[in-house]
């Protein structure tokens, strides 16, 4: 981090102590910017004058009385973008990338090394200034023919690209809301890095964490926008209970994404990720369901998981257990155990008063969804049991959020 004035003489500096010997900044058309704008700035990829390295930059403006006295300037360690990019591939058959401003890669997946201060393949930079976002056949830098989306930020103007190798592709549906849920979450996780690393950096970092919080929003109901249409079209010829299905479950997303909006994407209570998706099933009576448990915060990336895991139980309730009559009950309870010297959640569902209860032969998705969500995504185990009173869910899973 470094301070700087107007013209661009540095005042401070986290990297050295020595602030007399500190350069101009090589950046200054970006300096110039912040002044004449008043507000934060992104940068394209260029050599820092002190750390004499390939960087990034985020600029915020330090206003008194109106007028602007200093840029603040935070280079995040490029390392952050290459951790986003690598938890977010779903494969080795994908190619990641981020750019600037200028269409040049920062941040990469494979070869980020051999690859970063490089310019964007032809056949893809060409149609990155064309339109914001778009699907497109490109050809790699490695040669390899792709199948790939990109989405450019109309924040930091800076574009997620990724691309499947044309060979790996099974269908066209999967291939899209593969494309879709990496990209969203990308700039979903980019977004919160910043959030996070200006909050607790800079101490009057909140204008920028509120336009950070404003993109990730954005972005998000974006991507949901996308599934829905890609859903609409994809399951035309398809029955209206396999549409309905999906929809639904794009729903649960919705719900999970709008109440985290409201908090700003700080997380959530379970209790209200619960009520918000047990909310349709209990217009008519609410007293059909009755939840009970401790307050316990929730970390946005296990909101979301438990609100889809909540929202399976309940459809499946609705169809086929208590709450598929008049007369059925559902209890959601709740509480945090220790294991290991680790707080963990216990949730379970009980089912009574519906019909009777009879196992299914075969699993649907519904219930692998449950089950590889709770083990995957939240580090612990989801059973079942079909009980002559009611179906019982039992979910345990890890508080800590190690993403």
């Given at each position: 981090m470094l301070v700087a004035n107007r013209e661009g003489r540095q005042l401070f500096s986290s990297v050295t102590s020595d602030t007399a010997g500190l350069p101009l900044r090589n950046n200054r058309e970006i300096v110039e910017k912040v002044f004449a704008t008043k507000r934060p700035q992104y940068s394209n990829l260029f050599i820092g004058a002190v750390k004499k390295q390939l960087i990034v930059t985020v600029e915020v403006p330090v206003i008194r009385d109106g007028e602007i006295l200093y840029d603040i300037s935070f280079s995040p360690p490029i390392e952050i973008f290459r951790a986003i990019i690598e938890k977010q591939r779903p494969s080795p058959d994908w190619t990641i990338s981020i750019f600037d401003g200028n269409g040049i890669s920062f941040a990469r997946i494979p070869n980020p090394q051999e690859t970063i201060g490089k310019r964007a393949s032809p056949s893809l930079y060409t149609e990155m200034f064309r339109k914001p976002e778009?699907?497109?056949?490109?050809?790699s830098l490695e040669g390899v023919p792709l199948i790939t989306a990109f989405a450019r930020s109309s924040l930091t103007g800076?574009?997620?690209?990724?691309?499947?190798?044309?060979?790996?592709?099974?269908?066209?549906?999967?291939?899209?809301l593969a494309m879709t849920s990496v990209i969203g979450g990308i700039l979903l996780l980019t977004g919160l890095a910043f959030a996070v690393r200006m909050a607790t950096t800079i101490a009057r970092g909140e204008m920028l964490h509120d336009l950070l919080i404003e993109e990730l929003n954005h972005r998000v109901k974006n991507t949901l926008a996308i599934l829905q249409s890609i859903a609409a079209q994809t399951f035309r010829s398809a029955s209206k209970a396999e549409r309905e299905k999906f929809e639904g479950r794009l729903g649960a997303l919705a719900e999970a994404h709008n109440l985290l909006s409201k908090e700003k994407w700080q997380g959530s209570e379970l209790q209200d990720v619960v009520g918000r998706v047990l909310q349709p099933y209990?217009?008519?009576?609410p007293e059909r369901a009755r939840m009970f448990g401790p307050r316990i915060p929730l970390s946005p990336r296990i909101a979301v998981v438990l609100s889809m895991i909540v929202h399976e139980m309940a459809t499946n309730a609705a169809k086929y257990g208590a709450l598929s009559n008049d007369s059925g009950t559902v209890a959601l309870d709740w509480?945090?155990?220790?294991?290991?010297?680790?707080?963990?959640?216990?949730?379970?569902?009980?089912?009574a008063g519906g019909p009777p209860v009879v196992a299914p032969v075969q699993r649907g998705f519904g219930s692998r969804l449950i089950e590889r969500s709770a083990r995957d995504q939240l580090d612990g185990e989801a059973t079942v049991d079909f009980l002559p009173r009611g179906v019982v869910y039992t979910v345990i899973?890890?508080?800590?959020?190690?993403?």
């Amino acid at each position: 981090m470094l301070v700087a004035n107007r013209e661009g003489r540095q005042l401070f500096s986290s990297v050295t102590s020595d602030t007399a010997g500190l350069p101009l900044r090589n950046n200054r058309e970006i300096v110039e910017k912040v002044f004449a704008t008043k507000r934060p700035q992104y940068s394209n990829l260029f050599i820092g004058a002190v750390k004499k390295q390939l960087i990034v930059t985020v600029e915020v403006p330090v206003i008194r009385d109106g007028e602007i006295l200093y840029d603040i300037s935070f280079s995040p360690p490029i390392e952050i973008f290459r951790a986003i990019i690598e938890k977010q591939r779903p494969s080795p058959d994908w190619t990641i990338s981020i750019f600037d401003g200028n269409g040049i890669s920062f941040a990469r997946i494979p070869n980020p090394q051999e690859t970063i201060g490089k310019r964007a393949s032809p056949s893809l930079y060409t149609e990155m200034f064309r339109k914001p976002e778009a699907t497109l056949q490109t050809v790699s830098l490695e040669g390899v023919p792709l199948i790939t989306a990109f989405a450019r930020s109309s924040l930091t103007g800076w574009t997620v690209a990724a691309g499947i190798a044309e060979s790996s592709l099974v269908g066209p549906l999967w291939r899209n809301l593969a494309m879709t849920s990496v990209i969203g979450g990308i700039l979903l996780l980019t977004g919160l890095a910043f959030a996070v690393r200006m909050a607790t950096t800079i101490a009057r970092g909140e204008m920028l964490h509120d336009l950070l919080i404003e993109e990730l929003n954005h972005r998000v109901k974006n991507t949901l926008a996308i599934l829905q249409s890609i859903a609409a079209q994809t399951f035309r010829s398809a029955s209206k209970a396999e549409r309905e299905k999906f929809e639904g479950r794009l729903g649960a997303l919705a719900e999970a994404h709008n109440l985290l909006s409201k908090e700003k994407w700080q997380g959530s209570e379970l209790q209200d990720v619960v009520g918000r998706v047990l909310q349709p099933y209990l217009l008519n009576n609410p007293e059909r369901a009755r939840m009970f448990g401790p307050r316990i915060p929730l970390s946005p990336r296990i909101a979301v998981v438990l609100s889809m895991i909540v929202h399976e139980m309940a459809t499946n309730a609705a169809k086929y257990g208590a709450l598929s009559n008049d007369s059925g009950t559902v209890a959601l309870d709740w509480e945090v155990i220790t294991e290991n010297a680790k707080p963990k959640l216990r949730m379970i569902w009980s089912e009574a008063g519906g019909p009777p209860v009879v196992a299914p032969v075969q699993r649907g998705f519904g219930s692998r969804l449950i089950e590889r969500s709770a083990r995957d995504q939240l580090d612990g185990e989801a059973t079942v049991d079909f009980l002559p009173r009611g179906v019982v869910y039992t979910v345990i899973c890890s508080l800590e959020d190690k993403s």
